[in-house]
């Protein structure tokens, strides 16, 4: 089943929060003699805290995303040769940032063709494939570089 029923549970969930409030507002004013003003401002209130909230989980998730993006940047350079330096990091900004852009359309064609499972099955082996091609060359290297040291 995967992810999609908790997005759209959290999506729904979203709705029902922030437009409870309005309509038991006559209860609320009254419950608490508020005037309009006041009352406008709980509802303002009750919509920014679940926005911090909200707020709060991207920016951990953002955080979470992009630790990746100091570290590699590094490791390339330090395993780069001078002269070819800025080449290897243009490649590389290149396939982080442009990459999605260019694959969607790819993706999008597989999922047409193949339906969804075989299509994210193709690209988590090509992933797969990918990752174990790089560590091929990425190991020996390393190795060398730890018994210099």
Do not use: W
């Not at 999609?4 to 959290?10: D, I, K, R, S, T």
């Not at 009750?46 to 100091?70: K, T």
């Amino acid at each position: 089943m995967g992810l999609v029923p908790l997005f759209v549970l959290a999506h729904y969930s979203h709705h029902v929060l922030t437009a409870l409030t309005v309509p038991l507002l006559p209860f609320i004013r009254n419950d608490f003699a508020l005037d309009y003003t006041r009352s406008g401002m709980v509802i303002s209130a009750f919509s920014l805290a679940y926005g911090f909230g909200f707020g709060a989980l991207l920016l951990l998730l953002g955080v979470i995303l992009m630790m990746r993006m100091p570290i590699a940047e590094a490791y390339i350079v330090s395993q780069s040769p001078e002269h070819l330096r800025s080449t290897i990091l243009g490649i590389y900004f290149f396939s982080v940032i442009e990459g999605g852009g260019v694959l969607t359309p790819v993706v999008g064609y597989l999922i047409d063709q193949f339906g969804f499972y075989i299509s994210f099955t193709i690209c988590g082996a090509k992933m797969v494939i990918a990752t174990l091609t790089c560590s091929l060359f990425l190991i020996p290297r390393a190795r060398i570089h730890h018994d210099a040291v």
